[in-house]
């Protein structure tokens, strides 16, 4: 079962993996800063390979389990999601967890489109 936008967002950065990858980003976005004030050349290529370094150190610690979502797919202690929400025998759907169905518009009459009213 695939998370709702709002279930996504509220975990969102909320793992070990998430805030080594994001000290690791800015750490090399600082070195880059730093390189271009003081024209380094070389500081700014490792800026940009440590940026890289942060990116590979989150994806691999979230693969070893240390992000949202554990090494098995389920949501980590402390991370409440829909795959615990299936597993939890108390867990019942509610009247209010129903699906929002659309609503059917009707179309404008063409004159009125044409006019853009």
């Given at each position: 079962?695939t ?109 009125q ?5």
């Amino acid at each position: 079962m695939t998370p709702t936008h709002s279930e996504a967002m509220e975990k969102e950065g909320k793992s070990i993996a998430a805030w080594t990858g994001v000290s690791v980003i800015c750490l090399g976005s600082l070195l880059g800063c730093i390189a271009v004030g003081i024209n380094s050349k070389w500081l700014f290529a490792v800026g940009c390979v440590v940026i890289v370094l942060g990116v590979a150190s989150g994806k691999v610690l979230a693969m070893m389990g240390l992000g949202v979502y554990g090494s098995d797919g389920r949501p980590r202690d402390g991370h409440d999601g829909p795959a615990a929400a299936a597993t939890d025998p108390s867990a019942h759907a509610s009247a209010d967890s129903s699906p929002v169905t659309p609503v059917d518009v009707p179309a404008a009459p063409a004159d009125q489109a044409a006019h853009g009213h």
